[in-house]
């Protein structure tokens, strides 16, 4: 499946803390930065989720809020 | 400001589109990826969005889907 | 590419109305039902979509709120 | 209250999971789809979702991403 | 109908600013303080949002992001 | 750092209910009104919140629902 969304960065699971409900996932990327997401439990289950699979952070452009410095 | 979000990524403004009442701002990131927002006109004016201006994009985890490939 | 998100329904695209920034697409379900979806224009384009393509719409569980009656 | 929400399915509450904080909501729909919708345990018990209530599952067009085979 | 979402907070129509798909919409809260929310302009059109039309703005908590000063 | 989302309310925390990944914190603004958001467990600690604290909610409009009563 191709998806619309307009951001879709290439990664490796670092670390996954699950809850009851949610897990936590730790994305480490190429450059070394680190993105983290939120998803269901039975998600991260069924996409077999575990230290070192390549995995894709997506996000939605209208999902992402923009900062400057003063 | 310090914010909850746990997806701050540094870049610079790469192209900004406006339209009505929204504006699309494409960031290149320092590694050569790219990642693109969509906020409104007004926001997009009162941070100076230019080219070439530094800038964050934040991602609050729970907007952060998750893929793998097959 | 298989996606964390709960929800994922099959529709045929219905009617696009593409805005400067944004276009609106109406999807058609297979039970009479429809969704509306708002993406970018260039995502829009990217994934071919015009009227009677078959689609999926995808929704975090985390963005489903929920509503009943009095 | 009526919302501006364009996405509002009925459906029944088929399982209600609690978390801590969260709890997650499977929705049936009258074709035999499901949907998933993660709220505050809060705002579940406020509803007062149990099996077999009737529900509507509520979502903002912009929270609807769009996939395509390839 | 009585939605989930943790934050319902009544104001005014304050001003509406229509874009091809979607609208912008100000409110102003009782105390003096606004809100800004941006809905598609066919839900505007059905709201029969106005100036000065008692509104609520609705906001899933998990769309609430926290900040701090330094 | 200056946010891109046009909803920025400042209040104090009142109350924070930990769950395993997620926390939700209720904060009071300053009419009486409450808030609540639910984020991660990590940021909650990073930010340092605890009942009484001056904190901002954050949100993007495009997560801002709009109701009317009939």
């Given amino acids: 499946m191709k998806v619309s969304a307009r951001n879709v960065l290439k990664g490796k699971v ?24 939120i998803i269901t439990k039975e998600s991260g289950e069924r996409l077999g989720l575990a230290d070192g699979k390549d995995v894709y952070a997506i996000v939605k452009a209208s999902n992402v809020m923009l900062g400057v410095d003063h």
Wanted: glycine content about 16%; cysteine-free; hydrophobic content about 40%.
């Fill in 14 to 37: 670092k670390k996954v803390t699950p809850g009851v409900v949610n897990v936590e996932v730790v994305i480490e990327l190429p450059g070394g930065g680190e993105l983290v997401s």
